[in-house]
């Protein structure tokens, strides 16, 4: 078995890799939204075979009609944001704005159920703001900074948020394999109404089959044996190197080079995401930091 912190270093590399092998099909003729529903499709299949094979137990009633609706909002909603995103902005712009997640958990916990928030979550989010603002000033080259890039990656942000309402419910019921194995088919099927499917190259059918296999399904196996032996805390804060890892495969691969304003924005958004990692402390016991209670793939 892997030593866990290198379990979850690969997993944040394969996210990483996730706005490089979107983009790599969306130059093989691939549209943003085909790529998510191929990355839906066949991680929903490879799930279900995981599921199954393991003999994990599938949600049932209420709750298959919630996961249901999870997988319209957190899948299709999600992967489409996601790619739409990478099209708009480049590989490395919107593996950054991803990670306004962590803010918008601090909000939802907050509006929605009725957490305790302090300096720390005002801190993160005004981080998180002004790491925007800087990102979208800053620019750089062969970086599009446009009111799409920025509403496709705060999209992508916000409803990867949403995991963890969902995640509060049912990642402590149920095994994730079995939730994805019925939230991503159902996400696939909501954007199937959506998607213009292309004649594909063997390029094409590469990059869809990276994206659904080694970014989404390996990616949570090692994300999840990790989890398994450290610390949520622990686990997140190494995840953070993937838009570090994003940002450079993308400066190599495609030149795609952030100017000094857009690095200082991309740097307050990952310092909101540290920030928010570090357990509270209630009564002189660490609590848990917003949304590490149960920690979803991506």
């Known amino acids: 078995m892997l030593p866990a912190t290198l379990c979850v270093v690969l997993a944040a590399c394969l996210w990483g890799l996730l706005g ?15 790529v998510a529903f191929w990355r839906a499709a066949v991680g929903g299949a490879l799930f279900a075979l995981h599921a199954a094979a393991a003999q994990q137990r599938f949600p049932r009633g209420r709750d298959l009609l919630w996961t249901a609706l999870f997988g319209i909002v957190g899948v299709s909603l999600f992967y489409g944001a996601y790619q739409l995103a990478v099209q708009a902005a480049g590989a490395s712009l919107a593996s950054v704005l991803l990670y306004t997640a962590p803010a918008f958990v601090a909000l939802w916990g907050w509006l929605l159920l ?5 300096l720390r979550e005002l801190g993160a989010v005004a981080f998180t703001l002004g790491g925007i603002a800087l990102i979208s000033l800053g620019g ?25 309402l969902y995640g509060k419910l ?54 999840s044996a990790g989890l398994e032996r450290l610390s949520a805390t622990q686990t997140s804060v190494i995840a953070s190197l993937e838009p570090v890892v994003a940002g450079l ?50």
Do not use: C
């Open 20 to 34: 490089i092998f979107g983009k790599y099909a969306q130059e093989a003729g691939i549209s943003p939204l085909e």
């Open 249 to 298: 495969l993308a400066l190599a691969l495609f030149g795609e080079k952030p100017g000094l304003l857009a690095l200082v924005g991309a740097g307050l958004v990952l310092a909101a995401t540290l920030l928010l990692s570090v357990p509270r402390r209630v009564q002189g016991r660490p609590h848990p930091a917003p949304g590490q209670e149960e920690q979803p793939a991506e």
């Open 114 to 118: 009725r957490e305790p928030s302090g």
């Open 170 to 223: 049912f990642f402590s019921r149920y095994s994730a394999a079995a939730l994805y194995a019925v939230a991503m088919p159902v996400g696939a099927l909501g954007l199937l109404p959506l998607t213009d499917f292309a004649a594909k190259s063997l390029v094409a059918w590469l990059a869809l089959g990276a994206v659904a296999l080694l970014s989404t399904y390996l990616a949570y196996l090692l994300y």
């Open 140 to 164: 750089g080259e062969n970086i599009r900074v446009t009111p799409a890039a920025l509403t496709w990656g705060l999209l992508s942000g916000s409803s990867y948020s949403l995991y963890y």
